[in-house]
Structures are given as C-alpha cells and as structure tokens.
C-alpha cells in the first residue's frame, strides 16, 4: 500500500515521503536532517526532484552521499544523476511515474504524475507539482512568462477532478485570502479558508487538495470565470473585462497576487 506523508522543511517547505512499506522514496529535499529523521534508520532509496530551487535541492548532497541513491530530476540541477524530461516514464516503488514539462516558476520545472492502481480496481493520480500549482494558488515567475505558466497550469488542472495535489509549501491559508478578494461571493472559498484556518490551528497540513478543491477555488485556474475577468480587468485599469484573453487576466492576477 502506498503511503504519502509530508516532512516538514525550512521555514514552509513540505518534503514529499513515498514509500510502500520496502522502499522509501522522496521529493525535493530542501534540507537532509528532516529526512534522516523521518526515515528512522531505514534506507533512501531515490530521490525525485522538481527544478533547481536551493529549498528543494539542498539536502541532495548529503542525502546521496549518506544513502548512494539515485537522483532523478532536471539537468540544471547538478547533482541529479539520472536526467528526466518531458515524456520520461520512470519507475517509483513498483509504480510508473510520467515526467511533464511545465516551465513558468522556471524554466526546467517539472511535474511528476504517479498513476496507483487501488485495491478496487481504480487508479488514483498523485501530482506532484513542485511551485508550479498551489494549493488555491501558482508560484511566482522567475524565469518563465505569464504564457508560459498559464498553459503548464492549464495542462495540470486537465488532469482527473480526484488526482492529488502535493505541492511544496504550506501557503494555502494566505492564498485562500488572496482568492477571497478576487471571488469574494465564491462560497467554496469561503469554507476552505475556514476549514484550512482549522487545520493550521491544529497543528495539521493542509494538503495535499484535489483537482476538483483548485479548479473551485484557485483564482489562476478560473480566469475564464466572469468575476475573476473583473478583478483581472480593474488591475488593468479597465472598466470591463471585455477584449481580455485569459493569458492576460492570468498575468495581472499574478501581478496583483505579488503585490498582495
């Protein structure tokens, strides 16, 4: 049985645990100790890397060295071992993971869909989606343009309503307030900032969601929606959002969210 759990890192950071039990498995390693903790005297046996972020490589090092496993991500990040890009299949604890190509945040990042088959004969999708796709929010652009972010995210936000979302950082709560300024009679923002504040209050994670949770509440997903069109269009200074393409609602909302 597969099991995913999150390690703490950094200031806000979540390093992704997969394991089945023989195997153990993680994803961007911010830092190494949390990991050593976490493994408790168990072996590492890969590690799976998004982009070149330092919060998400900068265990890698010690990590390799302490376990000689196999380091699979961009080739801009130096100590991968292992390339993988757009297309690659790999396998992770006896289960096939695709490799998508999604720039934006950066150029290199990568998203990694896990497909497990469940006990019932159904297949649950894990995503894992570095600082590309937020829990009700998107990273920042540092290298890629808004085009470019707009369409990676689109293509997540394609996959199954039921597919997880495992993203890096624990920003769902800030991000809840930002959409409730752009949707603010959107009732599903609403309870999730709610229910999220609980979480937190209780010392608990908020993620991973759905896509089914972002495709309801993540403002960068619903630039098509009407009163997100408005909100896009008064940043612009325009009176209505008529003649805007939804590249151009989802770069004044990254540009408002930046600002927030």
């Known amino acids: 049985m597969l099991s995913i759990t999150p390690?703490?890192?950094?200031?806000?950071?979540?390093?992704?645990?997969?394991?089945?039990?023989?195997?153990?498995?993680?994803?961007?390693?911010?830092?190494?100790?949390?990991?050593?903790?976490?493994?408790?005297?168990?072996?590492?046996?890969?590690?799976?890397?998004?982009?070149?972020?330092?919060?998400?490589?900068?265990?890698?090092?010690?990590?390799?060295?302490?376990?000689?496993?196999?380091?699979?991500?961009?080739?801009?990040?130096?100590?991968?071992?292992?390339?993988?890009?757009?297309?690659?299949?790999?396998?992770?604890?006896?289960?096939?993971?695709?490799?998508?190509?999604?720039?934006?945040?950066?150029?290199?990042?990568l998203a990694l869909i896990l497909s497990e088959q469940e006990t019932d004969g159904n297949t649950q999708i894990h995503l894992f989606c570095g600082d590309?796709?937020?829990?009700?929010?998107?990273?920042?652009?540092?290298?890629?343009?808004?085009?470019?972010?707009?369409?990676?995210?689109?293509?997540?936000?394609?996959?199954?309503?039921?597919?997880?979302?495992?993203?890096?950082?624990?920003?769902?709560?800030g991000n809840l307030n930002f959409a409730r300024t752009i949707e603010p009679d959107n009732s599903a923002i609403t309870q999730r900032l709610q229910d999220c504040q609980a979480l937190r209050a209780a010392g608990k994670p908020t993620l991973p969601s759905d896509i089914a949770e972002e495709q309801a509440t993540n403002p960068f997903l619903r630039c098509h929606i009407t009163e997100v069109m408005q909100s896009g269009a008064r940043h612009l200074g325009r009176e209505n959002p008529k003649g805007l393409n939804e590249v151009e609602v989802f770069s004044s909302l990254r540009d408002l969210k930046d600002h927030f």
């Not at 190509?101 to 150029?107: D, F, K, R, V």
């Not at 829990?135 to 343009?145: I, K, P, T």
């Not at 972010?149 to 997540?156: E, K, Y």
């Open 7 to 109: 390690i703490p890192a950094l200031n806000d950071n979540y390093i992704w645990h997969l394991t089945n039990g023989d195997e153990h498995w993680i994803v961007d390693p911010g830092e190494a100790a949390p990991v050593v903790q976490a493994l408790q005297g168990a072996s590492l046996d890969g590690i799976l890397i998004t982009h070149h972020h330092f919060d998400h490589t900068g265990g890698i090092a010690e990590l390799h060295k302490r376990y000689q496993c196999p380091v699979f991500g961009p080739n801009s990040v130096r100590e991968v071992t292992n390339t993988i890009g757009e297309g690659d299949s790999i396998q992770v604890l006896g289960t096939p993971i695709r490799v998508w190509s999604i720039p934006g945040h950066t150029l290199d990042h």
């Open 132 to 173: 590309t796709l937020f829990a009700a929010g998107c990273g920042r652009l540092f290298e890629g343009s808004p085009e470019q972010m707009f369409h990676s995210l689109q293509r997540l936000s394609a996959l199954p309503p039921t597919t997880r979302v495992y993203c890096a950082h624990e920003y769902t709560v």
